[in-house]
């Protein structure tokens, strides 16, 4: 029994599970059945997010003057397709007449690309944007 309450008081242990699992917990435990927009996986992106983008799309993805709200109706999901969002942010975004809106993000990995975009659905989500 003290091997027991041991072995589940270890497997508690954020540390343990990240060295076992390669995360932070949060995604282990998520129950979520699309694994790009687990905790773990917003939670990266958000951090992504303020690295590569936060300059011109705020923090929290509200828009500045060096760029659009991405929390509006125009960049949700059944507008702006996740691939949509990937190109914009791999090859850049230009206006009708040619001029630059947005220039390309190089470097950006899939993998904290896939999470920047989890992270963009999850702050739509929560602001009733489907």
């Known amino acids: 029994m003290k091997d027991l309450l041991l072995g589940v008081g270890l497997l508690s242990c954020p540390a343990l599970i990240f060295g076992l699992f390669g995360t932070s917990g949060m995604e282990v435990f998520d129950a979520s059945s699309d694994p790009r927009r687990s905790v773990g996986a917003v939670n990266s992106g958000r951090i992504a997010f303020a690295s590569e983008c936060a300059q011109c ?3 929290l993805a509200r828009g500045t003057r060096h760029g659009p ?4 109706p125009a960049y949700g999901p059944a507008i ?5 969002i990937r190109r914009a942010v791999r090859n850049g975004v230009a206006t009708a007449d040619g001029r630059l809106a947005m220039a390309a993000v190089p470097g950006v990995s899939e993998r904290d690309l896939a999470r ?3 992270f963009l659905r999850e702050m739509q989500r929560v602001n009733g944007i489907r």
């Open 69 to 72: 709200d991405l929390i509006a």
């Open 57 to 59: 799309h705020g923090r």
């Open 116 to 118: 920047m975009i989890a």
């Open 80 to 84: 702006a397709s996740d691939d949509r």
